[in-house]
Nanobody, 115 residues
Framework: QVQLVESGGGLVQPGGSLRLSCLASGGIFSILPMGWYRQVPGKQREFIARITSGGNTNYADSVKGRFTISRDNAKKTVYLQMNSLKPEDTAVYYC?????????WGQGTQVTVSS
């Protein structure tokens, strides 16, 4: 089994920053592509960022230049640094790991951007 646990969400003012963390357990983290997604109630879960085992990254246009995904294989952790946050970034953020065609998800962490 692969277990993913997110942390770091909370309430932040517009223009502020947060860093989300996702701790993985279950063995083969170092070779897994990892990603971050977010979801607003009533809407489809959307892709935010992805990082391969080799460190290659890609981002959704909505967060490009503001968010940075990274990973620490020794700690089995993937991070999402979020800067210049906007109210429209408010969502539940989920960590994702892919083993072939099988996806694993964390429980989600709430990010609220508001004055």
């Amino acid at each position: 089994q692969v277990q993913l646990v997110e942390s770091g969400g909370g309430l932040v003012q517009p223009g502020g920053s947060l860093r989300l963390s996702c701790l993985a357990s279950g063995g083969i983290f170092s070779i897994l592509p990892m990603g971050w997604y977010r979801q607003v109630p009533g809407k489809q879960r959307e892709f935010i960022a992805r990082i391969t085992s080799g460190g290659n990254t890609n981002y959704a246009d909505s967060v490009k230049g503001r968010f940075t995904i990274s990973r620490d294989n020794a700690k089995k952790t993937v991070y999402l640094q979020m800067n210049s946050l906007k109210p429209e970034d408010t969502a539940v953020y989920y960590c994702n790991g892919a083993i072939a065609t099988t996806n694993f998800w964390g429980q989600g962490t709430q990010v609220t951007v508001s004055s």
